[in-house]
C-alpha cells in the first residue's frame, strides 16, 4: 500500500512495468513471512538457533 500511495501522483511511465513487479515481489514476500512465521521459529527453535 506504501509503495501504491507513494507513486500514485507521479509520472511512472517507464517504469510503470517495473515498479509492478517489484509491487508484487514485496507482496509476495510479505505474505510468506506471515504464512510461514510461526514454522521457522519453530525450526528455528527445534535446531538450536532460539532459546
Same mark, same amino acid.
Given at each position: 500500500?506504501?509503495? %501504491?500511495?507513494?507513486?500514485?501522483?507521479?509520472?511512472? @511511465? &517507464? +517504469?510503470? =512495468? &517495473?515498479? @509492478?513487479?517489484?509491487?508484487?515481489?514485496?507482496? &509476495? =514476500? @510479505? =505474505? +510468506? %513471512?506471515?504464512?510461514? $512465521?510461526?514454522?521457522? =521459529?519453530?525450526? $528455528?527453535?527445534?535446531? &538450536? +538457533?532460539?532459546?
Amino acid at each position: 500500500k506504501d509503495i %501504491a500511495d507513494f507513486f500514485k501522483d507521479k509520472d511512472n @511511465a &517507464g +517504469y510503470d =512495468r &517495473g515498479l @509492478a513487479v517489484v509491487s508484487d515481489t514485496i507482496k &509476495g =514476500r @510479505a =505474505r +510468506y %513471512a506471515q504464512h510461514d $512465521l510461526e514454522i521457522v =521459529r519453530e525450526w $528455528l527453535s527445534a535446531h &538450536g +538457533y532460539m532459546k
